[in-house]
């Protein structure tokens, strides 16, 4: 059985509108959510059962950064949401497998526990530039 270890995969950073090249290191525990909404598409033809059929794709991404405001990425990040600007992401698992697109940052949270180091907490949600969000299905590594 062939598996993957999160710590092999990979996180890119860029302008918007172009693939995202910059790996960042600097981020921990990632997490793409990707969800489809739904229509009830119910007739007597389902004799009693609900029919559903898939509507729009939903995706987020969330990860933490340790706050290190010389590291590249983070600044990319930070840059992001205070300027309201989109940042081009994708979210590879190492092998080029994973989502691509333009990305503007909702949250970017701090957190200052004792005896850790700060940490931000960010999640992005895809937006429109000059591409949609578009999966990639690898053949190598990285972006």
């Given at each position: ?19 995202a ?13 990707l969800?489809?909404?739904e229509?009830d ?11 559903t ?12 950064m340790?706050w290190?405001?010389?590291d590249a ?16 992401l ?5 092998d080029?497998?994973g ?7 909702t ?21 429109l530039v ?14």
């Amino acid at each position: 059985m062939a598996y993957k270890l999160g710590l092999d995969a990979q996180l890119f950073h860029g302008a918007a509108g172009q693939t995202a090249t910059s790996e960042m290191k600097n981020c921990k525990d990632v997490t793409l959510n990707l969800e489809t909404g739904e229509a009830d598409i119910t007739t007597r033809a389902a004799e009693g059962w609900r029919i559903t059929a898939a509507t729009l794709k939903d995706a987020s991404l969330e990860f933490e950064m340790v706050w290190d405001t010389a590291d590249a990425g983070f600044k990319a990040i930070k840059n992001a949401y205070f300027n309201n600007t989109a940042i081009a992401l994708f979210a590879s698992d190492g092998d080029g497998n994973g989502l691509d697109a333009d990305f503007v940052v909702t949250s970017f949270s701090r957190s200052e526990p004792l005896e850790e180091a700060l940490t931000v907490s960010v999640t992005c949600k895809p937006t429109l530039v000059t591409r949609p969000p578009t999966w990639k299905d690898g053949g190598g590594n990285g972006g």
